[in-house]
């Protein structure tokens, strides 16, 4: 590897700790994004000639607030100059910061700067895009693209949270036990839609799918804040083990195939493994929760190396434990396709037709009861709700998923 | 003939933070480097088992006791990680160090490499 393609990674990495701290220092967005750029710019052109520092996230964070307390200097001589004992020395201070950053503020820093990015007050889309901007630090032009949007509409979206952000009494000190539980959830589910905005539009559109790496990186990120959280664990098992598929996920035409049909050995090992290690240390925690469902869902996909010895019953189990820790139409729908596989089409319908009035515009709804009546030689009631799945489709692979499966009926009524 | 045969256990540690953000094209990079050493070292007949290990927050541990007490981690304090080994033959120190430098060199992060000699080798059997 290259000097710069370490120095790239190596700011990259530091990214969230160095402007988690900065933002602690001028609890302002802007003022904290400027100085971290010329703190990066002071990197690119020391770091190759110095080496290295002992700590980069340390020393960006020194860098970028002398420079920043320099620029007020500039701007505003009679301003009260800063003590010298914070610019003077940069070695003896980046050891001494690298010292204290190793506690629990480097942790407080970066959860802050997540949770800023996912405050309540903001519409989601605009949470993903400040969380890709803020913490990521993806361009303006990538996370556009990915949205599908041109590059001032994304800046003025994400503009516009930030002032929000700047209007709302965001809270800089360091979270209690209680708040700091809310956060984590509030952050846990800000990746989890980072990582489906890529997901649900991979087949289609490529260029999202880097959101999943991205959302992967953040569940990481948040994993070694947290070794120890079941939740944190489950989270980013789940992320692996859905993306592990990714490969297979689409044929060569871009339509969906679908989990059974899926050639296996095009998902990721490396994924899968570390997905598996990470879920079956969450379960020992003995604290259940619905990322950690899920992702034994996953797992459990993972694990069998054909379809046929896929553990249904077990998924059925998984999905009861999930309606009961969170009970969502969606989450019995997912159960009923597990029930279908153990008990038949008839008990699976039965199940799912209750929900009707609730998933009318979901279209994962009559695509899964469309199959059920298919299995049961209704092909007229199947057409219907696979009709109704066409209007809903979210992407045009779906639409085309769902054709294939109304093609396969035309015999049965027009011979 | 050969001499005596000494293996050695080349220990890679670097900071997962920063080889956690390697994109998948640097990733590549960097192992694609590694692999000509590697190609090199087993073309010589001298490169054992190679192992690349998940980050620090996939690992257990299970502290020796009476009653073995099994914990989570371990949790990364420490800038730099045990990422993954390879066992090496080598004569000499020197040329122990030597491999590890030609491995440095194509790695080029800021980490190090541990060189420990084996006391006990078995090298198992779990097919290719």
Redesign the interface.
Known sequence: MTDLAWIDAALTAARPQALGALLRYFRDLDAAEEAFQEACLRALGNWPRKGPPRDPAAWLILVGRNAAIDQVRHRARQQPLPPDELISDLEDSEAAMAERLDGSHYRDDILRLLFICCHPGLPATQQIALALRIVSGLPVRRIARAFLVGESAMEQRITRAKARIAGADVPFEAPGPVERAERLAAVSAMIYLVFNEGYSAAGETPRRAPLCDEAIRLARLLLRLFPAEPEIMGLTALLLLQHARTPARFDAAGAVVLLEDQDRALWNREMIAEGLALIDKAMRHRRTGPYQVQAAVAALHARASRPEETDWAQIDRLYATLERLQPSPVVTLNRAVAVAKTRGPEVALALIEPLESRLSGYFHFFGVKGALLMQLGRADDARCALDRAIALANTAAEAAHIRQHLDRLVPDTDP | MKGPEMLYAILCYD??????????E?DD??MA?LGAVQRKLAAEGRLGPVARL?????A?TVRKGAEPL?I??P???T?EQLLGFYIVECETLDQAIETAGDLARA????GAYELRPLAVFRPGDLGA
């Open positions: 900071s997962e933070d920063v080889v956690c953000s390697w994109t998948k640097q990079a960097a480097r998940l980050p620090t927050t996939a257990t099994v989570d981690g949790f990364a304090e800038k790695s080029s992060s800021s």
